[in-house]
């Protein structure tokens, strides 16, 4: 028998709900327009902040947190939780074995120079954003390889900067193992009631990533050099033509993961066949993997590197969850929904499309460019109403990832990617965000999408 809750009620209305937002928003605001700061323990904070002050507006505190801990205990939110854990651990194996290097070597054994290692640059940093799932990851490895690299090559800076950027952005949205694919997949529901798999989510993906790569790398190749002329200099200590063998376990990892339709069987492929490559490379040693500090009476290794570097992004994705746990029995979601189903824009799926777009563009840049968040912010309102309008869940997680993936993410002064590449290379953060050229290519794909049709896909009553 199905229990029936009360709808959690809140001094002042049903509007009052949306205070645990406002709270994580402002968060947001202070912490990467005044702090000019960025890191998922941060964020992860500002959530559970924002749940702790948002109870005290809920005419019953207990029940604020009874909504909270059931949208912490769902199945979309431990699916997300438990499938980032074990990512974790794969992702830290490919960073150990500094894939970026043997790219470097790559461009530099065959003479890339200016545009040509702009578009080069992009294509290795989409290669080891997908592998790693980890935009902000890449970002930290690639810029300090590929730009001092770029810059000796006569690149453009601001190209330079926007093609790393690009590619981080690629990855973020393609990965199998990527946060924000996982959460575009596990937040977008059958009629059944089962999540969309992670596998088909990437296979429908894979045709609007490819076109928007493709045409940026294009503009790169072709107006990535007009910043100067190479002039000289030695990239060896960058290059590292061994590491280029850890391909293969993310070829297979995405075949897998993309065959099987199940993450955790690539994982499991990735992760030991990566393991036995690296070894057999000479790459890493049986201590990297799991090994004792006896000076520190600690663990070490890449496993338990992995496990520690994505606890705070799960902490994050507990803190989003639990709000919606609050929005969900508040009711807001439903009357978000409702409100936009019922309104003259949304008659048809392509209507619903368009607004959902603009939805989690807001979303995406009231947060931020934190894309996790935003995503599972916005997701459950996106399910509800593409359910409603029958529109597939693959077409659902895709346009919901892409978008928030796109021009949203890369806001000058409210953006998490343009914020670290303005860090990391001096430039401006208009610069930066003017040379990700991917994110504006993305955008325009999805969106001629939703016009066009391409790509739409029904689900079965």
Known sequence: MTEERKTLKFRGGIGMSLIPVGIYVAFCMVLFIGFKAFNMEALAAGGFLALLVGGIFCTSYSEFWESAIRGISSTASVSVVVILLLVGMFSALIKLCGLSGGFVWMANELGMRGGSFVAFTFFAACVVSTATGSSIGTMFIAFPIFYPAGILMGANEMMLAGSIVSGAIFGDNLAPVSDTTIASASTQQFKNGKPADIGGVVTSRIRYSLVAGVITLAIFAAFGGTGGVYS??????????VSLVMLVPVVLMLVVSTKTR??????????????????????????????????????????????N????TCALVISVFGIMGVLNDAGMLELIASRILNSSLTAEARGAELVCMAGISVTTVLLGGVTSASILTFGPILNRIGSAKNIHPYRRANLLDGTANSLPAIVPFMSVFVFIGSALTGLSPVAVAAGTVYGFILFIVFLASVLTGWGFEREEA
């Open 232 to 241: 000289g200099g030695s990239i060896d200590a960058a290059a590292n033509p």
């Open 262 to 307: 199940n993450i955790y069987e690539g994982i499991l492929v990735g992760l030991f066949c990566g393991t036995a490559v690296a070894l057999a490379a000479g790459i890493i040693s049986p201590a990297d993997i799991f090994a004792n500090d006896p000076a520190n009476n600690a663990a070490v290794g890449f496993l338990v590197d992995g496990i």
């Open 309 to 312: 570097s994505i606890l705070p």
